[in-house]
């Protein structure tokens, strides 16, 4: 067996869920969620992973296991002009690391304050604006280096061992959570329809880039971890699973959350501080709160060094393959860079908060570049290559391969051809007239 290769099936499903599986689930999900009307925003989300999200990583997969090689070869099979998607993916992968391992770096301050002292960090605002940040954030960096320099079978390894602990933390809470007073009132604003004005044509754009960076699709990694995949196995079916599991836990997420809200009657639409500043507030309240806070920010770290394993291992397998460097040494050089580059981002709103562009601060900069400027374009041109100027249908050949019959080759082709681009666009669009809103309030 070839040393970069998955050694089981299982081993490849969770590492992928655990790529996908992260901070978009368990601190962004609930917060735009919250922020554009519950129940509503759901039916939108999960109609979006169907018709957008797993036709094309479908075709992400696919194309991996067919050429074998890291996005940026994988695009020049079909093209030599096609370099640039793959590129633009391992651009953004690594740009959106340098800011997701900040947040990681918070995770880990809360969990570290919750065990030595029981309680959260006194002010989230003034701790996210100190420049104790760079040292959780160097932190975290380094133990998603750790894990990636042992290789394929690590992130296997630690992938089989933190998803099913993941999930049994958040079950564990969220038997706490909806047995408070009053829960039920936050189950009813995820999955029963009211009127409500928060959901709005933006929401929709949301929904749909939510459910991009979510799968963690255009960046990369599907086609990296579809490289390593053996030829029988069968990519539709893998793709559900991962699917099915992303969606869960962020499901799983709003379960654990909104009725521990509602019960306390705080805001729901509170935003990005929702798990750093309300959570605390109620895991204060509720007895052995403390407990469940641990249980809470250690499922949270799972999550997101998975993921940030992943995002550090699509420029791992670029640098090693371009520049036939060894793995070691790539590992910890773009972790280092990656490091460097997170820096500005942990002392956006202090040190730093003097430094803007057009109102963006550094870290916003970083969020707004990856999510409505570079992963719409490469997604744009990754359907425009495969699907206008290359044929789908050899990629939906691939899907057979251990598929034995792949039923919806051509809807998938369709899909990919015209929905996908057409919802890509909006998109865009939309991320376009935000940060043209943004730009002129500044
Ligand atoms: N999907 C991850 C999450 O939900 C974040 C993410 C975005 C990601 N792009 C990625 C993870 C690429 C790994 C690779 O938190």
Redesign the pocket.
Known sequence: MKNNQWSSRLGFVLATAG???????????PYIMGRNGGFSFLIVYLLFIVILGLPVMMLEMSLGRYSGKNPVESYKKINKKAGIVGFLGVF??FV?LSY?SVIGGWILKYLFSYVTTANAPADFAAFSASNETVLWHFLFMASAVIICLMGVKGIEKASKFMMPALFILMIIIIVRTVTLPNAVEGLKFMFLPSDNSSFTFTSISEALGQVF?????C???TITYGSYLKKDENIPKSCAQVAVM?TAIAVLAGIAIFPAVFSFGLDVEQGPGLIFGILPKIFSEIGGGFIFAIAFFILVFF??VT??I??LE?SVSFVTQKWKIGRKKAVLGVGLAVFLLGVPSCLATGALSGFNIAGYNFFDLMSVFTDNILLPLSGLLMCWFVGWRWEPKILANEMTLGAKKFKLAKIWIFTIKYITPVLILVVTVSGFVNIYNTVTAA
């Open positions: 790529a996908a599986i992260g901070l978009g689930n368990l601190w962004k999900f953004a992968a959106i997701y960076y979510s799968l963690s699709l960046m990369g990694i992303d999550a997101a993921s940030g992943a995002l699509v």
